[in-house]
């Protein structure tokens, strides 16, 4: 990856976004992740009720894509609003519904309030859609240059391994699908990996599987597949074996929200893989840009809230059968399920995290040594 000139991602040869706005910027295109590996196909988002039901049924997942798709969303509203005025009390009322799809990620409230502030402040309706597309697409660039940096910063850890084994395979651990399919473009725990790859170093990819949804198996596996990065699907609970056995130099995560005293939360799984790599003095960072920060919150295991979803998740496996994509039942039909969809890392099992601005400690110190504006 040149970072400094790659646009888009390329798909078997075409560039490709897993977000965008049609030709005539009234309808919002997202690639439905559900399908992938197996199937392509493009969803169409029309209204709010689209924009919420493609974050709640993971259409988009991946904190940085929620955001920017969320803040479409508010674009949609002004865009579909009936009557001659767009009202400011309708506006709230569906940035709240926008807000309330999912809980977690931290980027679809920030986003979301983003284009809304923007909105509020102009009384003209046309003008009102203009600075809601405006500011969303502007939203979306942000992530994208930041993933950029991110991928900058991340690449000097990757160099830095490469020389202590003098050029020998590195060899990075990951975890769900932190990739540019949740990112716009990059993504952040593989966007070092990318430009490792670009500068012709010897890396390979541990692809945890990532149940109940397997975003690793499926997403991350798929982008790294097509950009042409070596890797290895294992099974989540193969990454401690292969840590005591000295098969992984580092592993780098993403996370859906991580508080100013660096707590971590992150698809569930994570908290076991920063465990394992305490043990065996391996690294464990996380990517993340400067959005997925909730500067409010101080102590991850009591004050973010934790998603549980939909027990079929874990109930039924989805895969390739003979050309069709089948989900199958995995275990008793009348057995309970509990889904939990992420847990939190505390920030003493954190080496570092990688930002757009930079790569410092998981303390409240260091954090807002790159950012100094948050008070």
């Not at 996380?286 to 934790?306: C, M, N, Q, Y």
Request: hydrophobic share 40%.
């Amino acid at each position: 990856m040149d970072t400094g000139d790659v646009d888009y991602m390329k798909i078997d040869g075409e560039d490709i976004r897993p977000i965008w706005l049609d030709k005539n910027s009234k309808v919002v295109k997202v690639i439905d992740q559900r399908l992938l590996p197996h199937e392509f196909a493009v969803a169409d988002l029309k209204r709010v009720d689209d924009v919420i039901n493609a974050i709640k049924k993971m259409y988009v997942r991946g904190a940085p894509l929620i955001g920017v798709t969320a803040a479409y969303g508010v674009y949609l509203a002004a865009l579909t609003s009936s009557g001659k005025s767009i009202e400011d009390d309708y506006m709230i009322r569906e940035c709240d519904r926008l807000k309330s799809a999912r809980p977690t990620a931290v980027n679809l409230a920030w986003a979301v309030d983003k284009v809304l502030s923007e909105v509020l402040k102009i009384k003209n309706p046309r003008d009102k859609i203009i600075a809601a597309q405006k500011e969303a697409a502007k939203i979306a660039e942000a992530e994208v240059e930041n993933c950029r940096k991110i991928g900058e910063h991340g690449l000097c850890l990757i160099e830095e391994i490469s020389r202590a084994k003098r050029g020998e395979r590195v060899n990075i651990l990951t975890h769900c699908n932190a990739g540019w399919l949740a990112c716009i473009e990059y993504g952040t725990a593989t966007a070092p990996i990318y430009a490792a790859f670009e500068k012709n170093m010897d890396i390979h990819v541990w692809v945890d599987e990532t149940r109940p949804l397997n975003q690793g198996a499926r997403l991350t596996a798929w982008e790294l597949g097509k950009y042409g990065v070596k890797h290895t699907v294992i099974t989540d609970n193969a990454g401690g074996h292969l840590m005591q056995h000295s098969m992984v130099d580092m592993v780098i995560v993403g996370t859906d929200r991580t508080t100013c005293t660096g707590d971590v939360a992150n698809k569930i799984g994570t908290y076991l893989k920063a465990l394992a790599a305490k043990d065996n003095n391996i690294p464990f960072y996380v990517a993340l840009p400067s959005s997925t920060f909730d500067w409010k919150l101080r102590a991850g295991l009591k004050e973010i809230p934790i998603e549980e979803r939909d027990p079929d998740e874990i109930r039924y496996v989805q895969g390739l059968d003979q050309g069709s994509i089948k989900s199958v039942l995995v275990p008793p039909a009348d057995s309970l399920v509990a889904n939990f969809a992420f847990d939190v890392t505390p920030a003493r099992l954190v080496t570092g995290f990688i930002t757009e601005r930079g790569i410092c400690k998981a303390t409240e110190q260091d954090i807002k040594r790159l950012f100094p504006e948050i008070k």
